[in-house]
């Protein structure tokens, strides 16, 4: 059975429209473990690339979903267990620097007690800017709202939320 987060991120690929060619990445075998074993391990940029071929887009997309009201963020690599990984913000940060390149994160909330989802996606420097002003080991929604996060509107159908990734896809592109 897949976690909801798992779940979200089938949702997401799936709501994506047919100009798009949407790859998730393969998390590493050693990911799952948590082996402390390991002499080395490679860690994804992100979740998922794709391509926008009707704005002419490359997005880096990495997905975080929550049912509890917030976000932690790895500050130092001293620091383990946290949602949001250093090497995800580096390596987002690195890949927006590109032309035609759209970096950031899309963040799901889960109310499981009210039965809703709410799905925002924060570009990166958006996020990077966050962190620097607030200097808090972690983001809520009203954090990501007030650093200019875009909502994606969802629609549940029965018992999966679908997500309008065409209306996303152009309000990310208009710029």
Request: glycine share 4%; hydrophobic share 35%; net charge neutral.
């Amino acid at each position: 059975m897949q976690n909801a987060g798992k779940i979200f991120e089938n949702a997401i690929k799936s709501s994506f429209p047919d100009y798009c060619v949407v790859i998730r990445l393969a998390d590493p075998p050693q990911s799952f473990g948590q082996s402390e074993g390991l002499r080395f391990s490679n860690k994804n940029p992100c979740d998922y690339v794709a391509f926008d071929s009707l704005h002419r887009k490359f997005l880096t997309l990495e997905l975080k979903s929550t049912k509890s009201s917030s976000f932690s963020i790895q500050r130092t690599k001293e620091e383990k267990s946290k949602m949001i990984k250093l090497h995800q913000i580096k390596a987002l940060t690195e890949f927006a620097e590109h032309d035609h390149v759209i970096a950031g994160f899309i963040f799901n909330i889960r109310d499981e007690k009210n039965a809703v989802e709410r799905t925002y996606f924060q570009y990166i420097g958006d996020f990077n800017q966050m962190m620097s002003e607030l200097n808090k080991a972690s983001c809520n929604e009203k954090d990501i709202i007030a650093y200019n996060a875009i909502e994606i509107h969802g629609e549940k159908k029965r018992t999966r939320y679908t997500w309008n990734a065409d209306e996303f896809l152009n309000n990310i592109t208009e710029e």
